[in-house]
């Protein structure tokens, strides 16, 4: 190889630029447009994340209909998450272990839309927070703690799934984490 190419990746000298907080999307980050009251027509089109503007705190998002990039609110952006895991369900236990993508959350019911994959079932189903395991990295939002209630409605990003305690293991801070149950952190902002 050439000498003196290594490492190089991803460390461009730019200081200039505040860094993006750790409990934002990435780029890349699939989204569903939602709650948007001006472009009533524009909602549950799908989008990618393509930046965060600091400043505004506002997602640079293209919508993949229009091929036209919008700045939205977090409010207005509903993640999908694949890799999404299910367990501890009673009634189907033929189910867990099986993954499948969260296309959406109904805040009223307090459930994900689950998609499974086309072979287990055509229909994305509705499952409870505490029955799915998120992947690491994904971007959450702390609900019901009635112990911290000021982190509730707090964003926050999963490091781990803590297989013994069966918590996640939530960064919470730039350099503090919790641990969390299934069912204290949601992927979803509203």
């Given at each position: 190889?050439?000498?003196?190419?290594?490492?190089m990746g991803g460390r461009s000298g730019g200081g200039m630029e505040r860094k993006t907080p750790f409990n934002c999307f990435k780029v890349g980050t699939r989204v569903r447009l939602q709650n948007l009251t001006k472009a009533q027509e524009k909602n549950?089109?799908?989008?990618?994340?393509?930046?965060?503007?600091?400043?505004?705190?506002?997602?640079?998002?293209?919508?993949?209909?229009?091929?036209?990039?919008?700045?939205?609110?977090?409010?207005?952006?509903?993640?999908?998450?694949?890799?999404?895991?299910?367990?501890?369900?009673?009634?189907?236990?033929?189910?867990?272990?099986?993954?499948?993508?969260?296309?959406?959350?109904?805040?009223?019911?307090?459930?994900?839309?689950?998609?499974?994959?086309?072979?287990?079932?055509?229909?994305?189903?509705?499952?409870?927070?505490?029955?799915?395991?998120?992947?690491?990295?994904?971007?959450?939002?702390?609900?019901?703690?009635?112990?911290?209630?000021?982190?509730?409605?707090?964003?926050?990003?999963?490091?781990?799934?803590?297989?013994?305690?069966?918590?996640?293991?939530?960064?919470?801070?730039?350099?503090?984490?919790?641990?969390?149950?299934?069912?204290?952190?949601?992927?979803?902002?509203?």
């Amino acid at each position: 190889g050439m000498p003196g190419m290594g490492g190089m990746g991803g460390r461009s000298g730019g200081g200039m630029e505040r860094k993006t907080p750790f409990n934002c999307f990435k780029v890349g980050t699939r989204v569903r447009l939602q709650n948007l009251t001006k472009a009533q027509e524009k909602n549950g089109d799908m989008a990618l994340v393509e930046g965060y503007d600091i400043k505004t705190g506002r997602y640079v998002v293209r919508n993949l209909e229009d091929e036209k990039q919008y700045k939205l609110k977090r409010e207005n952006l509903q993640q999908t998450v694949p890799g999404a895991k299910l367990t501890g369900m009673k009634s189907k236990p033929e189910f867990n272990g099986e993954k499948g993508t969260i296309i959406g959350y109904s805040g009223a019911k307090g459930r994900y839309w689950f998609r499974f994959p086309r072979h287990i079932m055509k229909k994305p189903t509705a499952v409870k927070c505490e029955n799915i395991i998120l992947p690491d990295d994904t971007i959450v939002r702390i609900i019901g703690l009635s112990k911290a209630p000021h982190m509730n409605g707090k964003y926050a990003r999963i490091i781990k799934f803590d297989e013994d305690s069966g918590r996640y293991v939530v960064q919470i801070a730039e350099n503090k984490n919790a641990k969390l149950k299934l069912e204290n952190v949601v992927a979803s902002s509203s």
